[in-house]
């Protein structure tokens, strides 16, 4: 079974833990260096930013998502993200933490929701999708931390 919840400090290692992995793995997602506890709780703490996990009966994060404004968004818009464990993909914790996401993306007040997808990903191009968010521009040739040069899908979903 899957629990959602806010996040909180105490998550910070595995959430960066399992965030390791996707970045070592490639290909999904812009952060192309690895992320320590520390990172993740600097992340946490910034303003009107809403952070969820989800997690088996054992308490083992299996996902997280946050919401965030970002400076290149007008301030009724909040930017996501989402990660979850490798190999878990498609057991609905996506679903679920969008789920909770959204209503405390309401709740705070934002309008709408905007996700940077690299055009590359296509799990993530497939997951923001069928929660209902819609393209509505392309950036191309963005450089990565690493160098990589990739395009990047911006999709839009309105609360």
Request: aromatic share 8%.
């Amino acid at each position: 079974m899957i629990t959602v919840r806010r996040a909180g400090v105490l998550d910070a290692r595995q959430m960066a833990e399992l965030l390791n992995a996707v970045i070592k793995i490639g290909g999904t997602t812009a952060i192309t260096e690895p992320v320590q506890t520390e990172d993740m709780k600097s992340w946490m703490q910034s303003d009107n930013s809403i952070w969820h996990v989800a997690e088996d009966d054992t308490g083992e994060i299996l996902g997280f998502q946050w919401v965030e404004p970002h400076e290149k968004l007008p301030p009724e818009a909040t930017n996501i993200a989402t990660f979850a464990q490798v190999g878990k993909t498609g057991m609905g914790i996506g679903s679920s933490l969008f789920r909770a996401t959204e209503k405390a993306a309401r709740e705070l007040g934002f309008q709408w929701i905007n996700a940077e997808i690299r055009a590359d990903n296509e799990g993530g191009l497939i997951y923001y999708q069928s929660r209902g968010f819609e393209d509505y521009a392309r950036t191309t040739d963005v450089t990565l931390a690493d160098g990589q040069v990739v395009d990047k899908v911006h999709k839009r979903f309105n609360l």
